[in-house]
Structure formats: structure tokens, C-alpha cells
């Protein structure tokens, strides 16, 4: 919708950040260390793709996401 009406709104359109930056920041963890910089890196790729969708920039299947099966996948999931 950003995309579509870039500056034609007379208001600033946003979505629910909550489960959108955590879903796949927090299967890619899973609670271990070892994780913990590829969840990291999840939470930044995440924000990222958020930012693009508020500014009307995202384009599908550019940030890995988590899939219906719980899997990280590209553009399979959820969001």
C-alpha cells in the first residue's frame, strides 16, 4: 500500500512490528549460543525488510522468514 500511494496519504500507514521482528529472529536462536549471531542477523535482515514495507521499497523474497513448518525459508512464510 506504501508502494501505491507513496505521498498521497494524509497520514502515515504502519503495520504491527511485534511478531513480524521476532518470529524469525527467535526460531533462528532457539535459546543456544550458537545461534546467537545468526539470530542477530535474523532480527537485523528483519527490521530492515520492515523499514522497506513502511517506505513502500520491499520487494518479496528479499528476507528469509519463518515458514508454516517453523523452517526459515525465503518469501515461504507467514509475512
Known amino acids: 500500500m506504501n508502494k501505491l500511494f507513496k ?10 512490528y511485534g511478531k513480524a521482528l521476532q518470529k524469525t529472529c527467535i526460531v533462528t536462536w532457539l ?18 525488510a520492515n523499514y522497506d514495507a513502511v517506505m513502500g ?9 519463518v515458514g508454516t513448518d517453523g523452517n526459515v525459508q525465503q518469501a515461504a512464510g507467514p509475512y
Do not use: E, I
Open 57 to 65: 521499497t520491499y520487494k518479496p523474497g528479499t528476507c528469509a522468514s
Open 7 to 16: 505521498g498521497k496519504l494524509p497520514w502515515h500507514l504502519s503495520f504491527s
Open 31 to 48: 535459546g543456544l549460543d550458537a545461534n546467537k549471531a545468526a539470530a542477530q542477523k535474523a532480527l537485523k535482515n528483519r527490521s530492515q
